[in-house]
């Protein structure tokens, strides 16, 4: 079970991005310069490692999903819940490819139920 969604607002800007800038991959920031932003990069562009999790995919209407990551140490806390990406307006994080149109990504998120909860993790 993905424990990711987006917002049709958030997908419709990634299809647009993922014509300028080809597929995408979004890591949730941990805090630092970017706060807690989810950041949008060209897929490829931000180094993963063992100490990543893949959340899941988003569905935006491409023909690729869009993955989503965070740090395993962050996945600890956020573990139980769905996050659904979303856009704002708003000056967003330098280093994520929506910063120059004037909106941002965020996140929304609710805690899982049991049900969705054990289907994710046993």
Do not use: N
Not at 30 to 49: H, R, T
Request: hydrophobic share 40%; charged share 25%.
């Amino acid at each position: 079970m993905d424990m990711v969604d987006v917002t049709d607002e958030a997908a419709a800007l990634l299809r647009e991005l993922t014509a300028e800038h080809g597929p995408l991959m979004f890591h949730q920031s941990g805090g630092c310069c970017d706060g807690s932003a989810p950041m949008c990069f060209p897929d490829g562009d931000f180094l993963l490692s063992d100490a990543d999790v893949h959340l899941g995919d988003l569905e935006v209407g491409l023909d690729r999903r869009v993955p989503v990551w965070m740090s395993a140490a962050q996945y600890e806390y956020w573990k139980h819940t769905v996050i659904t990406i979303d856009v704002v307006k708003g000056r967003g994080a330098g280093f994520s490819v929506e910063a120059p149109r004037g909106v941002r990504f965020l996140i929304r998120s609710r805690v899982m139920t049991d049900e969705e909860y054990a289907a994710r993790h046993g």
